[in-house]
Each structure stands twice: as C-alpha cells, then as structure tokens.
C-alpha cells in the first residue's frame, strides 16, 4: 500500500480529540503508541466472542482461543524472522523478557570473575537486572562509552570486551538518543569470544525491519504496547538451544508435563515458560497489531520516520538556545528527538506544550547513567510514528516557540 501518515491517522480514533482547547499531536510513542480499531476490534471480539482459557480445555471456545493465541505466536515468528514459533515466548513486556534471561540464564551461566558488557544509554530495565546480577554472582558490570556525537563508542567496546565477557545486552534503538546500535556487528565480534548477546528491542521493532536470524541476536525483547498494541504484552525471543537449556522463571500451572510429590518436570517450548493463565487477549491484540504494521510495512515506515526527521532538523536546529542530544545526522536516529530548552526545566517545558494540544514527555527517561554522561538532570523528548505528519512536526515547532516566549524572562 502506498505510504500516507495523514490517512493512518484516520485508523487511530483517539487522535481526533480536542487537548486544552487544541487538537491533540501526540509525540510521546517511545513511551507508549496509539492503537488503530483493528486492534480495539480484534481485542473485543475475543472477549465477546472466543472468552476461555488457552491450551486446556477441549470445548468449542477454549480450541478457539487457543488457535487465535497460537497464531499469534506464529504472527510474531514470522514479523522478527525468528526460525520456529517455539523460540517465542509471551512476557508482560520488555522489562519482563529482561528479567527472564538476567535470571535464568545469567545465573546459571555467569560467575565470580565474569563480565557482563552493557553501554551508558540503556534504559533501566535493561541495566538493572544486570547490576543484581553482578552483584549476586560476583561478577563485573562493564559499561561501554559514547562518542560526543552520541553514538556508540567502538573503540571503548573494543577495550571493554574481553575473554571474560559473559554477556553483552544492548539496546538496538536508545530511547532517548535514537541511535542506532551496530547489532549485527557487535554480534559477530562478542560470538568470536564465546559471549551471548542480549538485544532491547523495544525502540526498533516497531520502527524498522528487525531479523534475529541476521542479527544473529541470542536473545531479543520487545513491547507490544510500543509497536500499536495492547499493554501488558511483549515477547522475548531466544535461540531454541538456548531457551532448552533454561529453566522457567515463574512455576505453576499450564507450564508443567507432570508434578509428582516432590518434583516436576516442564513442558517443552515455549509453554515451559509460561506459567498461569496468559495474556490471552493480549498476545491477541499484538497479533492484530503485527498485521495492521506488516500492511503498512516496516520499511515504508522507517523511511517516514527519517522524512520526518529531516524535515524536522531545520526548524528545530534554528532555535536559538537549544540543546539537542544525539547525533546532527537524521539518518543515524529514528524518530527520536530529545532536547532541552536553556533555563527551563523540562517538566515546565513539557506541561506548556501540553496546553497548545502536544503531548511530549520529560523526565530522565528511565536511562539516569546516560543523563549524567549528558550533563542534565532530564531531558524533554518528542518521538514521532507512522502517524505524525509534517503538520504535527509545525505544530510541534509553533508549540515550542510559543513556551520559549512565555517563558522568556527565565530565558533573560
């Protein structure tokens, strides 16, 4: 289908309403996206019409909720080109896919004298179930640097890696930068050493064509709330040979072969790993997502999203006394732009362009050692999807204008 952000916006009903007397330009998607009404019907209609639990029933409603939450499986499979849908398991999210390889497979692979690799701009799911492990294992957490650009720094990389890295988890989009990490790369050169890597994907598979077999990614997580769909979903792939030999994180029920007296054994994969009844409409809704994004295509909107950004860099670059973060190229981010005004907080920044209808965040962004490398407290950020368009790229522009001005004695 030929690409029109101003005709995707139509299957976005919540971006019609009216904000503090303006219409709403919603540019905070880094944080969480908007859901088109395939996604609301698809979440409806399971519940008015195929309500039951998965994978344990043998009546008419429980074989069908458990075709649509397996096909949902096999929709995520195909979307990340994963090689069988058993290498996908359903978490509440990325935080939780973290957690899951940090406490299985860290703490039965790494010990005393170990290294686990990660960089400064990781958010902090993707940092602290690191540092516990370092801690409870004796291992070390090694960071690797940036370029003053913004970017990963390869030659620190270099210098940190070493024959006793362990683990190297990286993010493959920063959420505050937009950068681009070199995955497939860094992947070639940490397997060379025999470490695992552990990819946060939660900022690029909505984003971008994303292939775990090319990346040669170990593990790989992501949001469905991030990429269109519901909350409280997300998925953490990871090799079959590896998710073998892991044990579950989470015990109970569905994910169990036989419980005797006084031990278990598990299912095989991927149910081994969830535990309790599913997010069934969850992995639903995500599999109408995966479907409403595959119609778009991932390529068509990655290159909107640069489109965007060039468009964007001029006019936001023109603005005197402001900082922005990350690389000058666009063609190095995604639709990420995080930026601070001089002598504003970006708290105010943020609450005075929400009343001219844009919706930004501000904060530390959940990646407190990367605002200390930054030299700032918080940021305030704008990040843009399909959905945005060149006009809401001059609104945001007029918005931010508009708080310079109110705000310009501070600015004196």
Not at 17 to 35: R, S, W
Not at 41 to 57: D, I, M, P, Q, S
Not at 81 to 102: I, K, M, P, Y
Not at 121 to 131: C, F, G, K, T, V
């Amino acid at each position: 289908m030929s690409f029109s952000a101003e005709q995707l916006k139509n299957d976005f009903p919540i971006l019609t309403q009216i904000v503090n007397d303006e219409p709403l330009v919603y540019l905070d998607n880094a944080a969480t996206t908007q859901k088109p009404t395939a996604v609301l019907a698809a979440l409806e209609t399971y519940y008015r019409e195929a309500n039951a639990n998965v994978h344990r029933g043998v009546h008419t409603l429980a074989e069908r909720a458990t075709t649509q939450y397996e096909a949902a499986r096999e929709k995520v499979q195909h979307f990340i080109h994963a090689n069988e849908s058993s290498e996908v398991l359903f978490t509440r999210g990325t935080t939780t896919s973290l957690n899951w390889v940090a406490k299985s497979y860290g703490e039965a692979n790494v010990t005393s004298g170990d290294e686990i690799l990660i960089s400064v701009m990781e958010h902090h799911s993707n940092l602290i179930p690191w540092q516990q492990l370092a801690k409870k294992t004796g291992a070390a957490l090694k960071y690797i640097e940036l370029t003053e650009e913004g970017l990963l720094d390869m030659e620190s990389f270099h210098a940190q890696l070493s024959e006793k890295t362990k683990i190297v988890a990286l993010a493959h989009v920063s959420n505050v930068l937009g950068v681009i990490n070199p995955i497939q790369e860094i992947a070639r050169l940490i397997h060379a050493r025999g470490a695992v890597l552990v990819v946060d994907g939660a900022q690029a598979v909505p984003h971008m064509p994303v292939d775990v077999q090319e990346l040669d990614a170990d593990f790989y997580a992501f949001s469905g709330h991030k990429m269109v769909g519901p909350t409280g979903i997300g998925v953490l792939y990871g090799k079959r040979s590896l998710l073998e030999q892991m044990e579950p994180v989470e015990f109970g029920g569905e994910m169990i072969a036989m419980v005797n007296d006084q031990d278990s054994t598990w299912k095989e994969l991927p149910w081994k790993f969830e535990a309790g009844t599913p997010n069934i409409a969850g992995a639903i809704g995500l599999g109408a997502a995966i479907d409403y994004l595959s119609t778009v295509g991932l390529s068509a909107i990655h290159e909107h999203e640069k489109a965007l950004m060039a468009y964007l860099w001029p006019k936001l670059t023109a603005i005197p006394r402001l900082t922005i973060y990350g690389p000058k190229d666009t063609a190095k981010r995604t639709g990420i732009v995080t930026f601070n005004l001089d002598g504003l907080h970006p708290h105010d920044v943020a609450t005075a362009m929400d009343m001219e209808g844009v919706a930004i965040r501000a904060g530390h962004h959940c990646a407190q050692p990367l605002m200390r490398r930054l030299s700032a407290d918080s940021t305030a950020r704008a990040s843009f999807y399909l959905y945005n368009t060149t006009a809401d790229v001059d609104k945001f522009i007029e918005a931010l204008l508009a708080t310079k001005e109110f705000f310009a004695h501070g600015l004196n």
